[in-house]
């Protein structure tokens, strides 16, 4: 075992020379401490029922997911609980209590045994709480189950003591079965209501960028032709005044189609002037990995679909649009005066 040096070695000293009572003070302030500067707290809370058990749930930031420790063991078929559930029940050799039985072992792997820690953060309202991750309880309910599937294999009586456990882990598994833990701790702490905010972040920051591109002909010219040829109209390249329809069709066929929200970060990221016009062409600011090849790769398929419908039927070809790439959601319609 390595030899504590420098500063380490002089707190080993000094803590020799200190009574019990006094290394109990320093830890009970130490524990203070941890609870006040760097417990997180709760953005979310809620409660479900798997079975006959109430579990208490919390969000904390970050999305990490956590039960109640008293509400994790009572669906695991335990009663045991610390005064005021803010303690840790024993541990040995940090495996918790509810895992610690011999029979258990061979169940267990390293990825189980390294998520076994329990977690300490302060309710909405402040209080103190412990828990463990939601997604543990699946896992340690496995672990009871794998070990009385084995005894039956080996035809080998299930431990009395067991017996309520499996039968607690056997209906939790159960009703997890028909809908995941996550969504279920989501779900009773309105959690869920965040999370698709920040999946549809998460899409628009693949699609989009703040960056404007430098200009880059993204919609040939030949796109503008199937579009007024589709809608049974005259085309003149020459022309540079475009008809009213070009950008609510350009909005509607394709920024609205590609990703949820798309259209509505595009308006944020390139306004309207005070003239009524666009500063720049809303294809600058898709990303180039992602956003700009999606966007070049859904013009191609509109053209086709346009040149499939054939001159003038442009109701056909917005069925065929409709079945192939459907609206994202629900977007108003704006009167853009030069197309995008």
Same mark, same amino acid.
């Given at each position: 075992?390595?030899?504590?040096?420098?500063?380490?070695?002089?707190?080993?000293?000094?803590?020799?020379?200190?009574?019990?009572?006094?290394?109990?003070?320093?830890?009970?302030?130490?524990?203070?401490?941890?609870?006040?500067?760097?417990?997180?707290?709760?953005?979310?809370?809620?409660?479900?029922?798997?079975?006959?058990?109430?579990?208490?749930?919390?969000?904390?930031?970050?999305?990490?997911?956590?039960?109640?420790?008293?509400?994790?063991?009572?669906?695991?078929?335990?009663?045991?609980?610390?005064?005021?559930?803010?303690?840790?029940?024993?541990?040995?050799?940090?495996?918790?209590?509810?895992?610690?039985?011999?029979?258990?072992?061979?169940?267990?792997?390293?990825?189980?045994?390294?998520?076994?820690?329990?977690?300490?953060?302060?309710?909405?309202?402040?209080?103190?709480? $412990? #828990?463990? @991750? !939601?997604?543990?309880?699946? %896992?340690?309910?496995?672990?009871?189950?794998?070990? =009385?599937?084995? &005894?039956? *294999?080996?035809?080998?009586?299930?431990?009395?003591?067991?017996?309520?456990?499996?039968?607690?882990?056997?209906?939790?598994?159960?009703?997890?079965?028909? $809908? #995941?833990? @996550? !969504?279920?701790?989501?779900? %009773?702490?309105?959690?869920?209501?965040?999370?698709? =905010?920040?999946? &549809?972040? *998460?899409?628009?920051?693949?699609?989009?960028?703040?960056?404007?591109?430098?200009?880059?002909?993204?919609?040939?010219?030949?796109?503008?032709?199937?579009?007024?040829?589709?809608?049974?109209?005259?085309?003149?390249?020459?022309?540079?005044?475009?008809?009213?329809?070009?950008?609510?069709?350009?909005?509607?066929?394709?920024?609205?189609?590609?990703?949820?929200?798309?259209?509505?970060?595009?308006?944020?990221?390139?306004?309207?002037?005070?003239?009524?016009?666009?500063?720049?062409?809303?294809?600058?600011?898709?990303?180039?990995?992602?956003?700009?090849?999606?966007?070049?790769?859904?013009?191609?398929?509109?053209?086709?679909?346009?040149?499939?419908?054939?001159?003038?039927?442009?109701?056909?070809?917005?069925?065929?649009?409709?079945?192939?790439?459907?609206?994202?959601?629900?977007?108003?319609?704006?009167?853009?005066?030069?197309?995008?």
């Amino acid at each position: 075992m390595t030899e504590p040096t420098g500063k380490a070695k002089g707190g080993v000293a000094r803590a020799k020379l200190l009574s019990e009572e006094e290394r109990k003070a320093i830890a009970k302030k130490a524990a203070a401490a941890r609870w006040e500067n760097s417990t997180p707290q709760a953005t979310h809370e809620g409660e479900f029922k798997i079975g006959d058990a109430s579990i208490l749930a919390a969000v904390l930031p970050g999305g990490r997911r956590v039960l109640t420790q008293a509400t994790f063991l009572r669906a695991l078929g335990r009663s045991r609980s610390p005064k005021g559930g803010t303690g840790v029940l024993s541990t040995v050799d940090g495996v918790p209590f509810f895992l610690q039985a011999e029979v258990l072992k061979p169940f267990i792997n390293s990825e189980l045994a390294a998520s076994t820690a329990p977690v300490f953060y302060r309710e909405k309202n402040g209080k103190k709480a $412990v #828990g463990y @991750v !939601a997604e543990l309880l699946p %896992a340690v309910a496995e672990v009871y189950l794998q070990m =009385r599937d084995s &005894l039956f *294999q080996q035809g080998k009586p299930i431990p009395s003591q067991y017996s309520h456990i499996i039968r607690a882990c056997d209906a939790t598994m159960r009703g997890l079965a028909r $809908v #995941g833990i @996550v !969504a279920l701790v989501d779900e %009773a702490t309105g959690y869920q209501e965040v999370r698709d =905010r920040q999946a &549809l972040q *998460q899409i628009l920051d693949t699609y989009l960028t703040a960056e404007k591109a430098k200009w880059a002909k993204t919609f040939p010219d030949e796109f503008y032709k199937r579009l007024f040829a589709v809608r049974g109209l005259p085309y003149d390249p020459t022309s540079s005044k475009r008809p009213g329809f070009i950008g609510k069709d350009t909005n509607d066929i394709v920024y609205d189609r590609l990703a949820p929200g798309i259209l509505k970060k595009l308006h944020e990221l390139n306004p309207k002037t005070d003239k009524g016009h666009r500063s720049s062409k809303h294809h600058q600011f898709f990303t180039k990995d992602y956003g700009l090849p999606e966007l070049q790769d859904h013009v191609k398929n509109v053209m086709f679909l346009m040149k499939s419908a054939g001159n003038g039927n442009f109701k056909q070809f917005k069925v065929m649009l409709d079945r192939a790439a459907p609206r994202q959601g629900s977007t108003l319609t704006l009167d853009l005066d030069e197309p995008n």
